[in-house]
């Protein structure tokens, strides 16, 4: 970390923000900082509060520079939100992007601990739902070992169930339906078929009913995606196809109703209609993101029994990530796709093979 992270030049717009202290924890010196900061293992890296010396943030293990800027962003953020005023306007938008920083950098107890201290202050609000989605979708992702674990998830959970119900809380339809899915991945998480199915259902007829308030194509289609996931979660697929066939006649330009019907086409079980759909989406799509037609047309062989054409769509699908440009390609994509297609008794182009 000290020869070839902290050295690194882009750290630099972080000076004047930070005041830099390395300890050695080994020394007995510092014993008594070592308590108080409560470490439990090295390297461990804090960003304290000037004010109160109080740990903003902590980082047990090494870090990548990416992570390092990680730490510093979250941190500098955690310590204004506790020098803000209670009634500061952007409290919650912050808390929101802190949350969310913390998450996508694993640090998932903290989470769960700001989500339920937050969640008491705001109660049954627009804010306290986004701490009740934050809270148990880390409570889910806890260690299973951790002996809080259900209980954190059933607290949650319920507050989610209660305010994703409650007509009374002002919620976009999008942020709603996510709540659906976070229950319903509490539900999967529980083992519980009977308890998710029962969620999905109820998720399916709000879709239906958000869809049915649309004044535009556009609104409508807004719901595609989730309708058709709804769909399959309640084992009736067949429900999506009248909704994308009118997608994909209000929207003839646009690759993502037909490649929504090739999915709903392939759970049916209808393979050569869910191909037809799947070529009509290949050539309207552009860009990282046809990667995804790539995956869903080679699950339609797989499907049908066609092992050979599934095998040249991921070679496909390998050479066209190969070709994307500085900016789009993913060398984890890459290899996750040389990794299915080995597993399908592929071997994949060479690196700088043609693409042609």
């Not at 924890?25 to 900082?33: C, D, G, K, L, T």
């Not at 890296?45 to 090494?62: H, N, S, Y």
């Not at 809080?148 to 409650?166: G, H, N």
């Amino acid at each position: 970390m000290r020869a070839y992270v902290f050295t690194d030049a882009s750290l630099s717009r972080h000076a004047g923000q930070f005041v830099w202290l390395a300890l050695d924890f080994e020394n007995s010196r510092n014993a008594a900082v070592v308590k108080r900061l409560k470490v439990s293992g090295l390297p461990t890296f804090f960003v304290l509060d000037p004010t109160t010396e109080r740990v903003a943030i902590r980082w047990l293990g090494g870090m990548t520079l990416p992570q390092v800027g990680t730490l510093l962003e979250s941190g500098l953020t955690a310590v204004q939100l506790a020098m803000a005023p209670a009634d500061w306007a952007q409290k919650d938008r912050v808390m929101d992007a802190y949350l969310n920083s913390l998450s996508n950098s694993d640090q998932h107890e903290k989470v769960v601990e700001l989500a339920r201290e937050r969640g008491r202050q705001v109660g049954r609000t627009t804010a306290g739902f986004s701490m009740a989605t934050f809270g148990l979708g880390d409570a889910l992702e806890l260690p299973k070992e951790n002996p809080k674990r259900a209980e954190t998830i059933a607290d949650f959970e319920k507050l989610v169930l209660a305010m994703v119900r409650d007509p009374g809380i002002t919620l976009a339809a999008d942020d709603r339906s996510g709540g659906y899915i976070q229950l319903m991945d509490a539900r999967d998480d529980a083992g519980d078929k009977e308890g998710k199915a029962k969620i999905a259902a109820e998720w399916s007829a709000f879709l239906d009913g958000e869809a049915a308030k649309a004044k535009t194509p556009e609104q409508r289609a807004v719901f595609d995606p989730h309708r058709l996931s709804a769909y399959i979660e309640i084992g009736h697929a067949e429900k999506a196809i009248p909704m994308l066939q009118q997608s994909e006649k209000d929207f003839p330009d646009d690759y993502n109703p037909p490649q929504r019907l090739a999915i709903a086409l392939h759970e049916l079980k209808r393979y050569d209609e869910a191909l037809a759909a799947s070529d009509r989406a290949m050539k309207k799509a552009y860009g990282p993101r046809k990667l995804r037609l790539f995956a869903t047309r080679t699950d339609i062989y797989l499907g049908r029994g066609d092992s050979t054409s599934a095998r040249q769509t991921v070679d496909e699908a390998l050479r066209y990530a190969r070709a994307l440009p500085d900016g789009q390609r993913s060398e984890t994509t890459i290899a996750s796709l040389q990794k299915r297609l080995t597993a399908l008794g592929g071997r994949g182009a060479p690196m700088g093979a043609s693409t042609k």
